[in-house]
Structure formats: structure tokens, C-alpha cells
């Protein structure tokens, strides 16, 4: 069975506000997922890019990158903005930024460091502030914090998958 690319995925953001307490357990533990799939692992196979796609270090670095993205778009939703900021769609900020050359525990710091912002501001939000829309510039929908949560734990879990798929036994890249 053939993954769905990230960017044709569809999404419906009907969750209680009440399950940001349950998507945030989610947000917490990516990093302690990584870290178990990667302690181990010699540095040539985190810089393995098979296909010509991301290495292992660059999927983590690409999650670190897009923190500031999410952590923007919760201040979107503090400032009572219409419209969350959009992404960069080619990923210059990932492509440009040589993840390969640090290590997998240095990349692991700046991602929790990073997440742990994020979720700062997620628990800080106020009741008006949690009940806020504004619209996602790709998706076309508006969203909630609550979404934005759940956007970004399934984001996580995508590049997860992706890490898991490197290390899948017989992979020869």
C-alpha cells in the first residue's frame, strides 16, 4: 500500500476543544518516539537519503523548522488574525539548512526546545482565544487551535512514518 503525500491529504477539524488536552499528550511524546527510533542508529544511517528524498536527520530537522511556524500560528489566533500564515511550500528553510551535519541529539535538543514553546503558548491560550477561527491558507478552512494541535501531531506522525520506512528491515538506500 502506497502512502498519501502529505500535501494531498484532506482533513475535517470536528474535535471537541476539549481533545487539546489528549493532542497535546501527542505533541509531547514526538520527540521521545524519535529519540527511541533513532538511539541507536550510526550516524551513516541517519544521512541516508533513499530515493534521493530526506534522511532521517532531515525529517527531524524539517519538525524543528516548522515550529516556528506552528508557534506563529498561535500567536495568529492571540492577535485575533483572520488568516494563520502560510508555509513555505518548497521547504527552502529545510533544503538550505544542512541537518545532516549535526548530530541526531542536537537535533533532538533544538526540536524539543522548540515544542516545548509551542505547547507553552497552546496551554496559555484563553477560553476567547481557544475559540477563535482563522483560515489555513492551503487547506482552505478555518481552524481552531485545537485544529492547528491535531494538524501538526498528524504532520509529526508523517514524518514518523516516513523515519520508520528508512529504518524498515531489507531497506537498502
Known amino acids: ?5 502529505w500535501v494531498d491529504r484532506k482533513f475535517t477539524f470536528d474535535a471537541p ?7 497535546l499528550e501527542r505533541l509531547k511524546g514526538t520527540s521521545a518516539r524519535i529519540r527511541e527510533m533513532t538511539v541507536d542508529l550510526p550516524d551513516e544511517k541517519t544521512i541516508q537519503k533513499p530515493n534521493g528524498k530526506w534522511s532521517i536527520k532531515e525529517h527531524l530537522g524539517h519538525l524543528y523548522d516548522l515550529e516556528g511556524l506552528h508557534i506563529g500560528r498561535i500567536d495568529d489566533f492571540i492577535e485575533g488574525n483572520e488568516n494563520l500564515r502560510a508555509w513555505d511550500v518548497t ?15 542536537e537535533l533532538l535538543e533544538m526540536f524539543l526546545s522548540r515544542r516545548k514553546t509551542f505547547i507553552a503558548k497552546l496551554e496559555s491560550l484563553d477560553d ?3 475559540t477563535r477561527k482563522a483560515l489555513h491558507p492551503r487547506l482552505k478552512v478555518k481552524m481552531r487551535p485545537v485544529d492547528v494541535a491535531f494538524f501538526v501531531a498528524e504532520h509529526d506522525d508523517h514524518h514518523l512514518a ?7 528491515p531489507g531497506r537498502s538506500e
Open 128 to 130: 476567547q482565544a481557544q
Open 91 to 105: 521547504n527552502s528553510l529545510t533544503n538550505e539548512s544542512n541537518h545532516n551535519d549535526r548530530s541526531i541529539n
Open 1 to 5: 500500500m502506497e502512502r498519501t503525500k
Open 162 to 168: 516516513s523515519i520508520r520506512e528508512i529504518l524498515a
Open 17 to 23: 476543544e476539549g481533545w487539546i488536552y489528549n493532542i
